[in-house]
């Protein structure tokens, strides 16, 4: 049963889980299907989860994505290798965050 607290939480994390997807967006970190799949998990994260497990997720976008460019140079002609590159997908988001998105469900 969805309660009113419930669905104020649901509310802010889907704004707190949009504003880190278009950030990432225009960081480079993700592309347009992974702030769908960042929004998809990060409202289901914070808004059934609570702000802890949030927060930790917060925590692994920022800390995934800073590795991700961390000597990206470096890493270029490694990278070209591969077709995916350094922005997230929506399949990237969810296999990261899909979990925990249901395990916040449950």
């Keep these: 049963m969805l309660t009113s607290l419930n669905l104020v939480e649901l509310l802010a994390g889907l704004a707190i889980s949009l504003a880190i997807g278009v950030l990432g967006y225009r960081r480079g970190a993700l592309s ?3 702030v769908l799949g960042a929004v998809i998990t ?3 994260i914070f808004g059934l989860g609570g702000w802890e497990w949030g927060l ?3 925590a692994f976008f920022i800390s ?3 590795l ?3 000597h ?3 890493k270029q002609g490694l990278a070209e290798k591969f077709a995916k590159g350094h922005r997230r ?3 990237q988001a969810l ?3 899909g979990l925990a998105a249901f395990l916040a469900v449950l």
């Design 56 to 58: 930790l997720l917060i």
């Design 42 to 44: 990060g409202t289901l």
């Design 64 to 66: 995934s994505s800073a």
């Design 68 to 70: 991700s460019f961390y």
């Design 95 to 97: 296999a990261n965050g």
């Design 72 to 74: 990206a140079r470096d």
């Design 32 to 34: 347009g299907s992974g």
């Design 89 to 91: 997908d929506l399949g």
